[in-house]
């Protein structure tokens, strides 16, 4: 009854490092999703997939790529790491059957660019 | 484009009284409405949603949410607030007539529930 499951949950990063957060779901669900949450802003979506093999920017997408090779798997790639990307980070899925299903979060993974 | 505005950064209740979290949208069209709250360093759960049909949802924890077309509004309401009820809650929107079903969520609410 895994859900969806992120890693790590915590990394402290140096600028200019790069690293992948991990996010694998066991529910078959085609959407998935990345947000970052920052104090007093909400969840800011940065990408999201509707499908293997397709993704799509969201509202804040600069400093990261994705890819979507299988159903089960959305990695999130941070390049050049900077102090601005010091946030949570979470991982949602859903199964869309016209947009009327809820989503499933990760635990999350905090982040700290030094 | 769809939006939802939540316009309290914080709502504080005294144990056993009725509490009422509020969450405004924006659609062209009729909208999908969630409810969800996240305790400390934990992700999103999901409390209740709004499709069609009955106006009044009922979800998780004793929770409940009215969906008013006229006022574009869902608040969130509970008859008598609990501790354990302290937490951050996010309502969220889809706009299924716009193609996309990319939620978009709310600013968040944090809920103090006082003993």
């Known amino acids: 009854n895994a859900g969806v499951t992120q890693t790590p949950k915590f990394r402290i990063l140096k600028i200019g490092q790069s690293m992948t957060l991990q996010c694998t779901q066991d529910m078959n669900h085609n959407y998935m999703y990345w947000y970052r949450q920052d104090p007093g802003m909400g969840l800011k979506l940065i990408y999201y997939s509707v499908g293997a093999g397709i993704t799509d920017k969201g509202e804040v997408p600069n400093g990261y790529n994705v890819s979507r090779s299988t159903t089960e798997d959305f990695p999130l790639r941070l390049e050049l790491a900077a102090p601005s990307q010091t946030s949570v980070y979470f991982c949602?899925?859903?199964?869309?059957?016209?947009?009327?299903?809820?989503?499933?979060f990760g635990q999350g993974t905090r982040l700290t660019v030094v | 484009a769809q939006s939802v505005a939540q316009p309290e950064d914080q709502v504080n209740v005294a144990e056993g009284n009725p509490l009422t979290v509020k969450c405004t949208y924006s659609v062209s069209g009729n909208p999908y409405l969630f409810w969800y709250v996240q305790y400390p360093n934990r992700g999103l759960q999901f409390l209740l949603k709004y499709i069609t049909g009955d106006n009044l949802v009922k979800g998780s924890y004793g929770f409940e949410a009215e969906f008013n077309k006229s006022q574009t509004s869902f608040h969130l309401k509970k008859p008598s607030a609990l501790v354990s009820d302290s937490a951050l809650y996010f309502c969220a929107v889809r706009d299924p007539s716009g193609g996309s079903y990319i939620p978009t969520f709310g600013r968040g609410t944090s809920l103090i529930v006082h003993p």
């Open positions: 949602a899925s859903s199964s869309e059957t016209g947009g009327a299903t809820e989503a499933f």
